[in-house]
């Protein structure tokens, strides 16, 4: 058994990175849906007639819905613990996603991709912690590394495959991504495994007290990462199309 100051790690070590391969396998479908539809924007402008500017809107719909419950699911996540956010979360983006893929109108495309934004913002708040507290402070900087890859592999496995589905129009690739949230659903069920936490009842006031007060170095850690996030944002979502239209 490990043990680290202040806890345990009751699980082996196999069943430790197994945990850990379950957080990025769901941590990046979930970065595949959010990033994805930017993939189906060649699709949607030649095969809908619509706009680059419409099509650059639905595609970041995923993640104006994930900003809005980012802090919901954190919430969530205090209280039921991370296998119940990593395995409800996908499921709801599955079925978001799925209706996105059935509906007729853009309109409700974009509302339904705005859904399950909001849904798969679960797996970003809970990823994390699930991996970070299973490992000690020795193995978590490798397991966290490694579970970052996430995000470059779900835009990888995206860019890899949903042009090659929308080829015919933009249905197919957009029902790729029910199929893959509702894996990572199923994966999240049967792999994941809360690690060992105090009691909310029994937690000192100070423990439960919020870090946001009394100091502005947590805003302003997050207020620069959100800006690093800008430019990588833009260069994912219309890398594509600067490619194809610029460069052939």
């Known amino acids: 058994m490990l043990k680290?100051?202040?806890g345990t790690f009751p699980l082996g070590a196999?069943?430790?990175w197994s945990i850990m391969a379950v957080s990025l396998?769901?941590?990046a479908t979930s970065v595949l849906f959010i990033n994805g539809v930017a993939f189906l924007i060649p699709s949607l402008e030649a095969r809908r007639g619509i706009s680059l500017t419409e099509a650059s809107l639905l595609s970041s719909m995923p993640s104006r819905g994930m900003v809005v419950t980012l802090v919901f699911w954190g919430y969530?996540?205090?209280r039921v613990g991370e296998r119940i956010v990593l395995t409800a979360g996908p499921a709801l983006t599955a079925a978001a996603a799925y209706a996105a893929a059935s509906a007729h109108s853009l309109l409700m495309v974009g509302v339904f991709l705005f859904i399950g934004g909001m849904a798969?913002?679960?797996c970003n708040t809970a990823g994390g912690p699930l991996v970070s507290a299973w490992f000690s402070p020795q193995q978590r900087g490798l397991a966290m590394g490694i579970r970052q890859t996430a995000q470059p592999?779900?835009?990888a496995f995206g860019a890899l495959v949903i042009p090659e589905l929308s080829e015919?129009?933009?249905h197919r690739g957009l029902m790729f991504l029910p199929v893959m949230c509702t894996l990572a659903a199923v994966a999240s069920a049967i792999g994941s495994v809360d690690p060992p936490r105090k009691s909310r009842k029994t937690a000192a006031d100070d423990e439960l007290a919020s870090p946001y007060r009394g100091s502005f170095v947590l805003w302003r850690i997050h207020a620069v990462a959100g800006l690093l996030m800008v430019p990588q944002t833009v260069t994912v979502t219309f890398m594509l199309v600067w490619l194809m239209d610029h460069h052939g």
Request: net charge negative; hydrophobic share 40%.
């Open 4 to 6: 680290e100051t202040g």
């Open 25 to 27: 396998g769901v941590t």
């Open 153 to 155: 592999s779900g835009i």
């Open 168 to 170: 015919s129009g933009p």
């Open 120 to 122: 798969a913002a679960s």
């Open 14 to 16: 196999v069943a430790r």
């Open 76 to 78: 969530v996540l205090d």
